[in-house]
């Protein structure tokens, strides 16, 4: 079976494992792919590596990690197993493992502090069996591979990662290339484990489908190439009303840009008609800027002006800039009324979060960063970012509608579907104004007739992949949430240029 965009929890890989094993009779199998594919992966990325210096921890993972050493070996790599001490000896299928590389020549020493020298360092400490943060001298060794100055291969998860969750308990080794085996661990793709996985591969270990009985996947990853089929078709004699009128509210005193930057990139995503609602003070430096735009100036965000507007919309985008001010709370009885589609970000979270919006529509889509996700939930952000998954399903839950998660590795969650974790992005986007880009994103595809959760999938992955792009140009510091127009452009139009 090949790659089929999977993300699954530590269960799930532990039960996939269980009923490859059975099919193949033999529960040494698996980890000889394993070492085979790490061999392979080593080939791939780091041809010349002549000294490779192997550091293997005492359960499975380093049962690859000898398997591997093995393959260098026979190889001619000048090869160094390097274990932990006073851990009890490998037993089982790891046992196994390490008396094939024993028999074949091979050679292993204790960490006595150092590392030997090397052209390459595999990390074959700990896998998806971490379970405490790792101390003494598992710790030292993982402060030795990230210190060593060779690139480093971590086999599965780079260790002291928690795999199942993102999370990062303690120490973690830094890998420059992570090779999963047989399917891809939810937590290597969001949150903190981002700091440590490098870029990642995957070696399927050659699972054949009835492997998967019993196993449910935790979430799907999606990359830049999903967009092709994800953005809705336009047909050749549509009108502008056909794709859609989003409404923008927000950008009370001293945040008008907020707004601006919403209704930009919806007009860049495609929406047929956007209009603003905001300060009056903020109307005219917003037509200068962005002239296709219709705005209202409104010193009260109700009557007769926003009501015609509610009513013309399709989609209404409110809270960057917003503020939690009178005006602003204003607002919230209109909008609550008129019975669009809703996208809330920003101070509209923080609205909810006090209890100032009603219950809201289940085709609301929220789109909290993890501190606005903290608020809404209760907790600490910390709490948020512990299990990010975790996090937006709960919040999806709660508020019976589609989340958006923010942050390194976006997660996206609705009761009943299957959540995304959005696989682009960057740190070029933690910068103010950038979650304004993604809310226009966001709403002008719902505009233009994607239900929720596949606009806050698709509206996700458009604003991180055209973020990924806009950095080529000029790197990360700097860059601007507006530098995204011309890449949400281009990226909204897999097919161009259009033969027709
Ligand atoms: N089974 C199979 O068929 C296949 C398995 N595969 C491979 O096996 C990996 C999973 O192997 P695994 O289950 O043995 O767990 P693993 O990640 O080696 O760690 C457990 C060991 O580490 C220890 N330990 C844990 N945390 C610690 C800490 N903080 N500090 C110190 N020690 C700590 C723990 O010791 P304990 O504390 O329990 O005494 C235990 O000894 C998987 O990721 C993949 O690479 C592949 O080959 C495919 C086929
Ligand atoms: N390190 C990162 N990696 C990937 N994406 C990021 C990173 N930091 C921020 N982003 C993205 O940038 C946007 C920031 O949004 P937000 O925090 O709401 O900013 P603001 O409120 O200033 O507009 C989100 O879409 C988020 O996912
Ligand atoms: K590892």
């Known amino acids: ?74 190889c ?41 020298h090397a052209d390459l360092v595999v990390d074959a400490l700990f896998g998806i069996g971490l ?26 998860v780079p260790s002291g990662v928690d795999a199942g969750t993102g999370t990062v308990p303690g120490i973690a080794v830094q890998a420059s290339h992570t090779l999963e085996f047989m399917r891809r661990k939810a937590g290597l793709w969001t949150g903190a484990a981002l700091n440590h996985r490098g870029t990642a591969s995957l070696d399927t270990l050659e699972l054949e489908t009835t492997d998967f009985d019993g196993v449910e996947a935790v979430a799907m990853r999606w990359t830049v190439d999903a967009l092709a089929h994800a953005l809705p078709a336009r047909r050749r004699d549509s009108h502008k009303g056909q794709h859609g009128r989003v409404l923008c509210i927000g950008g ?7 707004i601006v930057m919403v ?44 009501e015609g507007s509610l009513a013309a919309c399709d989609v209404v985008a409110i809270g960057p800039g917003l503020s939690q001010s009178e005006w602003a709370r204003e607002a919230v009885p209109w909008v609550s009324r008129a019975g669009k589609p809703l996208v809330l970000d920003a101070d509209a979270l923080n609205l909810l979060a ?43 839950e709660r508020h019976g509608c589609t989340v958006v998660l923010k942050g390194a590795g976006t997660v996206v969650a609705s009761p009943g579907r299957r959540p995304v974790v959005i696989a682009a992005g960057n740190p070029g986007m933690a910068v103010g104004g950038m979650g304004d880009v993604l ?19 698709t509206g996700a992955l458009l604003h991180a992949a055209a973020g990924d792009r806009a950095v080529l140009e000029g790197g990360a510091r700097g860059l601007l949430p507006t530098d995204l127009s011309p890449w949400l452009r281009r990226l909204a139009n897999p097919d161009f240029p259009d033969p027709r």
């Open 1 to 74: 079976m090949h790659e089929d965009g999977t993300l699954h929890s530590i269960d799930g890989l532990r039960r996939l494992e269980a009923n490859a094993a059975r099919r193949l009779g033999d529960d040494r199998a698996l980890m000889r792919r394993a070492g085979l594919a790490a061999w392979h992966a080593v080939l791939a990325h780091w041809p010349d590596a002549r000294r490779i210096v192997v550091a293997c921890g005492p359960g499975n993972n380093g049962g690859d990690g000898h398997e591997l050493a093995m393959h260098a070996l026979a």
């Open 252 to 258: 009370d005193h001293g945040h008008g840009g907020a």
């Open 263 to 306: 209704a930009e990139a919806a007009l860049r995503v495609g929406a047929g008609l956007v209009e603003v609602a905001t300060r009056p003070a903020h109307v005219a430096p917003l037509l200068a800027r962005r002239p296709e735009a219709m705005a209202r100036g409104c010193d009260v965000l109700g009557g007769v002006t926003l």
């Open 76 to 116: 001619g790599r000048d090869v160094s197993v390097v274990g932990l001490p006073a851990t009890s000896p490998a037993g089982g299928t790891a046992a196994e493992a390490v008396r094939r590389y024993t028999e074949a020549g091979g050679r292993s020493q204790v960490f006595d502090g150092r590392l030997p």
């Open 439 to 457: 809310t226009g994103t966001i709403a002008a595809l719902r505009a233009q007739g994607l239900d929720a959760f596949e606009a806050a999938c």
């Open 131 to 156: 379970h405490r943060a790792p101390e003494g001298d598992a710790a030292r060794l993982i402060e030795a591979i990230n210190s060593h100055g060779a690139p480093v291969l971590a086999l599965d």
């Open 354 to 396: 006090e209890s100032a919006w009603p219950v809201v529509p289940s085709d609301t889509i929220l789109t909290p960063h993890p501190g606005e996700a903290a608020r809404l939930l209760g907790v600490t952000t910390p709490d948020i970012q512990r299990d990010r998954l975790a996090s937006a399903r709960q919040l999806a």
